[in-house]
């Protein structure tokens, strides 16, 4: 069936470095754009970035433009999030999604995984 | 950047009708999707493109999306509904996705 399952979220001090990784499965990953969104616990949705199906196209929020930096590898089907330069203000569960093209839905979303920064 | 109001809680009985409203400047000139979010759980999508609903989205959810708001109905609200419902859309800001404050469905 159509997954994703993200991986790679714990506990890491402000200043420190993350890579998630999202392994997709059920469909042509080189098919879709993949992006990544956030949620802070007990808050909202918050989308952080997303990579066009050929790498070829990224785009960031503004809140980590230049710390984060989102890529893919098509033959592996998965994706990934490079975080570098953590603040507090990311502690968040964050999503892999999949959207077939701008300005579709986002829809198939993994399950999420939990990053903590913390001292 | 574009901005999605939604209120933060709309309660409703079984059996009866909820609408979430999205409020946004112009928002009917723009395509509005629907996430239903329950504790604990990732975002499921209920209604992409304003109306449309996924294989699997019980017909009591519907879409609209005209002038500045955005309605997603819920029909014959059933205890399950009970969750965080979130609109979003594609901009052309800087953020280019944007998504609502988020809306908790209570059903009493």
């Known amino acids: 069936q159509v997954q994703l399952v993200e991986s790679g979220g714990g506990l890491v001090k402000p200043g420190g470095s993350l890579r998630l990784s999202c392994a997709a499965s059920?469909?042509?990953?080189?098919?879709?754009?993949m992006s990544w969104i956030r949620q802070a616990p007990g808050k909202g949705l918050e989308w952080v970035s997303y990579?066009?199906?050929?790498?070829?196209?990224?785009n960031y929020a503004d809140s980590v433009k230049g710390r984060f930096t989102i890529s893919r590898d098509n033959a592996k089907n998965s994706l990934y999030l490079q975080m570098n330069s953590l603040r507090a203000e990311d502690t968040a569960v964050y999503y892999c999604?999949?959207?077939?093209?701008?300005?579709?839905?986002?829809?198939?979303w993994g399950q999420g995984t939990m990053v903590t920064v913390s001292s | 950047s574009y901005v999605l109001t939604q209120p933060p809680s709309v309660s409703v009985a079984p059996g009866k009708t909820a609408r979430i409203t999205c409020g946004g400047n112009?928002?009917?000139?723009?395509?509005v999707h629907w996430y239903q979010q329950k504790p604990g759980q990732a975002p499921v999508l209920v209604i992409y493109?304003?109306?449309d609903r996924p294989s699997g989205i019980p017909e009591r959810f519907s879409g609209s999306n005209s002038g500045n708001t955005a309605t997603l109905t819920i029909s014959r609200v059933e205890a399950g509904d009970e969750a965080d419902y979130y609109c979003?859309?594609?901009?052309?800001?800087?953020?280019?996705?944007?998504f609502g404050g988020g809306t908790k469905l209570t059903v009493l």
């Open positions: 999604a999949r959207v077939r093209m701008v300005p579709d839905a986002f829809d198939i």
């Open positions: 059920g469909f042509t990953f080189s098919d879709y754009y």
């Open positions: 990579i066009s199906s050929s790498s070829s196209y990224t």
């Open positions: 112009n928002i009917g000139s723009k395509s």
């Open positions: 493109y304003d109306s």
């Open positions: 979003q859309v594609w901009d052309s800001s800087s953020d280019p996705v944007v």
